[in-house]
Every structure is written in structure tokens, then in C-alpha cells.
């Protein structure tokens, strides 16, 4: 199974989006995958958006009622997805903002099943 982590803070205008591009990589690579979205208490619709969206992604929400920082964000998501992982699942965290493409997710999994212990991908390097 793939975990993705993505921490949200007022991202109503890029949630849906994301949740398309993660789905459609994903299948594309024939992944079982659920997406873990932690909403720091957004001001926005985010959580309202994460909710309607249930039944056509596999998402669960966390939202925490104020801001909590990142740290805590993270913490929360890597408990919530270390509670449902077995040893050989993956997780993945992301930005919501499509700052991070989806389209590498693949390729990152397959760093992984090769025999690595981690991936790590960046924006600002060309490869």
C-alpha cells in the first residue's frame, strides 16, 4: 500500500486537483494507495472540499480546529499512517499546492522496491 501525506493549510483551490493527479499516477502504475490529508486548520473550505470528495478518492481527513504548525501536521500523519502500515508499505509525503508533481510518484516507488530505504525528490533539481 501507498501512503500519501499531505499536510493542507488553506488549499480549497488545489485539494481536488492534487487528489486527481495522485489517482491518476497511481493507477496508471497499478498502486494501492490512500491518501492522508491533514487540514491545519484551515480557514477556507479545504476540509469541507477533502469531505466531498470521499467517495471518489481514497482520503481521510484529519483536521486539527486551529493552526498547529507543520511539525505537528506531520507528526499527526505519520502516527495515523505508522497505526494502519505493514513493514513493506511506503509512505509518501506531498504539498498540496502542485508544487510537487505526481507524475514521480512512480518512479520513486520503483527507487523503493529496488531495495532502497527512502526517496527523496526535489523541485529545484533538474532530474
Do not use: W
Amino acid at each position: 500500500m501507498i501512503y500519501i501525506l499531505l499536510p493542507a493549510l488553506n488549499e480549497a483551490k488545489n485539494i481536488e486537483q492534487i487528489f486527481k493527479n495522485i489517482t491518476n499516477a497511481l493507477n496508471k502504475a497499478n498502486q494501492k494507495f490512500e491518501i492522508i490529508v491533514v487540514n491545519d486548520g484551515s480557514t477556507d473550505n479545504t476540509a469541507e472540499i477533502v469531505l466531498n470528495n470521499l467517495a471518489e478518492f481514497p482520503v481521510e481527513l484529519i483536521s486539527f480546529a486551529q493552526n498547529q504548525g507543520v511539525g505537528q501536521v506531520f507528526r499527526q500523519g505519520i502516527k495515523t499512517i505508522c497505526a494502519k502500515a505493514h513493514d513493506d508499505d511506503i509512505l509518501i509525503s506531498m504539498d498540496c499546492d502542485q508544487t510537487h508533481p505526481a507524475s514521480i510518484i512512480p518512479a520513486m516507488i520503483e527507487t523503493i522496491n529496488s531495495g532502497c530505504d527512502l526517496s527523496i525528490a526535489s523541485r529545484y533539481h533538474k532530474q
